[in-house]
């Protein structure tokens, strides 16, 4: 089955631990990127990938980090999480012309920092 | 810039209703719309798309036309179901670029029996 699988689904950390979210498609495609969902916000781009080891900024890249050395994984890592970044993560990708397509979303992961 | 504007929920609407979700969008050139629908608990799934000016996408009952003159891609449906009970996106790709989506607040709609 084509998807994007995110892990963990839930996760409470504590302010100041490192953590990883982990994104992976099995489609081939050569986009990845995250998004974050807050509410009345709607969604906003965290980072993206073009392809392997090619990232670059979204719209609220502060605070987070994100790695492609494989094409098929996309991870999201907090350095250093602080409770603004409360939120619930949702990983995507998409295929060469991927802007006629759309995106394939990940279930999410709704991350917690105390 | 580009960006979309969505009409603001909660919706609430009776089984069978009509059903209209307001989006317009600011973009240069031609880019391409969506409508995504996120179910309680799940993430984002394509709705409904159109790419060019007047193409009308459809899925699900579900209907929006690419309004150029208007810049707008409102969704639509004839008869709503408990079902259809989710969050709508309205989102734009703009054209000639693969590296940003551009997404609406999202609108919550509630079906009751």
């Known amino acids: 089955e084509a998807q994007v699988t995110q892990n963990p689904r839930y996760l409470i950390t504590v302010t100041g631990k490192k953590l990883t979210v982990t994104c992976s498609q099995n489609m081939n495609h050569e986009y990845m990127s995250w998004y974050r969902q807050d509410p009345g916000l709607g969604l906003r781009q965290i980072y993206y990938?073009?392809?392997?080891?090619?990232?670059d900024k979204g719209d609220v890249p502060e605070g987070y980090k994100v790695s492609r050395k494989e094409k098929r994984n996309f991870p999201l890592i907090l350095e250093s999480p602080s409770p603004n970044q409360t939120s619930l993560y949702f990983c995507a990708s998409g295929r060469t012309g991927w802007a006629n397509y759309g995106y394939t979303f990940g279930s999410g992961t709704r991350l917690t920092v105390v | 810039g580009n960006s979309v504007t969505q009409m603001e929920g909660p919706v609430t609407l009776s089984e069978e209703a009509f059903l209209t979700i307001n989006c317009t969008y600011t973009a240069t050139g031609y880019p391409s719309l969506f409508w995504y629908v996120q179910y309680p608990g799940e993430g984002l799934q394509l709705l409904l798309k159109?790419?060019?000016?007047?193409d009308k996408g459809s899925n699900k009952g579900f209907e929006a036309t690419y309004r150029k003159e208007t810049t707008s891609f409102h969704l639509e449906k004839g008869s709503v179901q408990v079902s259809d009970s989710a969050v709508y996106f309205c989102a734009l790709s703009p054209q000639n670029t693969g590296n940003q989506f551009y997404f609406g607040t999202g609108t919550s709609l509630t079906v009751i029996p």
């Open positions: 159109a790419t060019k000016a007047d």
């Open positions: 990938s073009m392809n392997v080891e090619v990232t």
